[in-house]
T-cell receptor, first 116, second 115 residues
Framework: AQKVTQAQTEISVVEKEDVTLDCVYE???????LFWYKQPPSGELVFLIR??????QNEISGRYSWNFQKSTSSFNFTITASQVVDSAVYFC?????????????FGKGTLLTVNP | DTAVSQTPKYLVTQMGNDKSIKCEQN?????MYWYKQDSKKFLKIMFS???????INETVPNRFSPKSPDKAHLNLHINSLELGDSAVYFC??????????????FGPGTRLTVT
């Protein structure tokens, strides 16, 4: 069985602060994919990043960075110099690779509020 | 051009009615999905179709029946609606064969309210 845990239900920061959203996962698969999605107040789900299990390189995209550590089964997401527009619910998700079962198992999400 | 579209965006109906939600993707993907997001924002897979074939069928009541007329469309029909069916339903698509694109692209969601 697959499981994704986002222990932080809500985080509130002031604009320009850095914030890290935690994600811990469980899977018996040897190969798998990890994802982050953003759900702004408007409700759509926006894909942010995909990481496969055999690539532990950290990734940076503008103010966003991701830290994948297989040893601790974590895939954390950091927003640097947060902005009000970053306010959203952020979901971490896990998918097996190979075969035909590509369902996403989502964490419960972290509501990030960035205050001006 | 919208990549994954759903209609309607909002659906308000009474208990016992039957309703359908339509989904279309113009990304050329071979796999489509239905997810349900409950009032606590929890997202859970319901169904998945690959090239019109049912691949994933989670523990969903029989009142829910997906239909895929072609690989670009996946509709969701719900019979005898219940209060607990109130949720946001998301359609998604991805490419799983050939040159896979594992990330799933989601539609805007359909907010179903059963009264």
């Amino acid at each position: 069985a697959q499981k994704v845990t986002q222990a932080q239900t809500e985080i509130s920061v002031v604009e320009k602060e850095d914030v890290t959203l935690d994600c811990v996962y469980e899977t018996r698969d040897t190969t798998y994919y990890l994802f982050w999605y953003k759900q702004p107040p408007s409700g759509e789900l926006v894909f942010l990043i995909r990481r496969n299990s055999f690539d532990e390189q950290n990734e940076i995209s503008g103010r966003y960075s991701w830290n994948f550590q297989k040893s601790t089964s974590s895939f954390n997401f950091t927003i640097t110099a947060s902005q009000v527009v970053d306010s959203a619910v952020y979901f971490c998700a896990l998918s097996p690779s190979g075969g035909s079962n590509y369902k996403l198992t989502f964490g419960k999400g972290t509501l990030l509020t960035v205050n001006p | 051009d919208t990549a994954v579209s759903q209609t309607p965006k909002y659906l308000v109906t009474q208990m016992g009615n039957d309703k359908s939600i339509k989904c279309e993707q113009n990304l050329g993907h071979d796999t489509m999905y239905w997810y349900k997001q409950d009032s606590k924002k929890f997202l859970k897979i319901m169904f998945s179709y690959n090239n019109k074939e049912l691949i994933i069928n989670e523990t969903v009541p029989n009142r829910f029946s997906p239909k895929s007329p072609d690989k670009a469309h996946l509709n969701l029909h719900i019979n005898s609606l219940e209060l607990g069916d109130s949720a946001v339903y998301f359609c998604a698509s991805s490419q799983t064969l050939g040159t896979p694109i594992y990330e799933q692209y989601f539609g805007p969601g359909t907010r179903l309210t059963v009264t």
